[in-house]
């Protein structure tokens, strides 16, 4: 079966600048997750999607983050304006419904990077 | 709050085995789980305990004591391959479904 996916690889903008993340899970995984890596510390949950619905955003550091998963299929993460903080490797996950939070797929990540 | 803490760094020799310790502080417990990360790239699942003892997959085995809040990840005959970070993770306890994740162990196997 073809793993989690996520565009771009890269992304370098200036500070002021949106950048849209996109993350496409594996098909059938109800569960898509949004991790966030900052230089070499801990994988930080942003937020929890079952299909369409939110179900946990404390994660998401403030207003200038969205994230939308529109049909309960693939999501996308915007970020406006981005804030030199916001660098780091950008990762999505998902999970079947059966196994829930206990094996998460994991996409290789996008690496943003504001300057 | 709820933290994970494990070594920075291990460094261990081709064929020898290397132990990564967790200890953790959580308000509720559901289980502890252990992710392989290479450079640039994905996370991926290794194993899960929910209970105390030691669960065995292959070369690699994890170990939790839930009394003493603490896991390991056991690698064992090493191999260049191994050469990744290590991170382990529990779920929140407040019973939301996200998992809050240690800062990881950089094992090094030299040749």
């Known amino acids: 079966e073809a793993g989690v996916t996520q565009f771009p690889s890269h992304s370098v903008i200036e500070k002021g600048q949106t950048v849209t993340l996109r993350c496409d899970p594996i098909?059938?995984?109800?569960?898509l997750y949004w991790y966030r890596r900052v230089m070499g510390k801990e994988i930080k949950f942003l937020l929890h999607?079952?299909?369409?619905?939110?179900?946990?955003e404390s994660g998401m550091p403030n207003n200038r983050f969205l994230a939308e998963r529109t049909g309960g299929t693939y999501s996308t993460l915007k970020v406006q304006p981005a804030e030199l903080e916001d660098s780091g490797v950008y990762f999505c996950?998902?999970?079947?419904?059966?196994?829930?939070?206990?094996?998460?797929?994991f996409g290789p990540g996008t690496r943003l990077t504001v300057t | 709050g709820q933290s994970l803490e494990q070594p920075s760094e291990v460094t261990a020799v081709e064929g020898a085995i290397v132990q990564i310790n967790c200890t953790y502080q959580t308000s509720g417990f559901y289980g502890l789980s252990w992710y392989q990360q290479h450079d640039g790239g994905a996370p991926t699942f290794l194993s899960y305990?929910?209970?105390?003892g030691l669960e065995e997959t292959g070369r690699f085995s994890s170990f939790l004591s839930r009394s003493d809040s603490y896991g390991y990840l056991l690698l064992q005959e090493l191999q260049m391959k191994d050469s990744a970070s290590y991170f382990c993770?529990?779920?929140?306890?407040?019973?939301?479904?996200?998992?809050?994740f240690g800062t990881g162990t950089r094992l090094k196997v030299l040749a």
């Open positions: 098909s059938g995984h109800d569960n």
């Open positions: 305990n929910a209970l105390d």
């Open positions: 999607f079952v299909k369409e619905s939110k179900q946990d």
């Open positions: 993770a529990v779920r929140d306890g407040s019973g939301t479904y996200k998992y809050i």
């Open positions: 996950a998902s999970s079947h419904p059966g196994t829930g939070i206990i094996k998460q797929y």
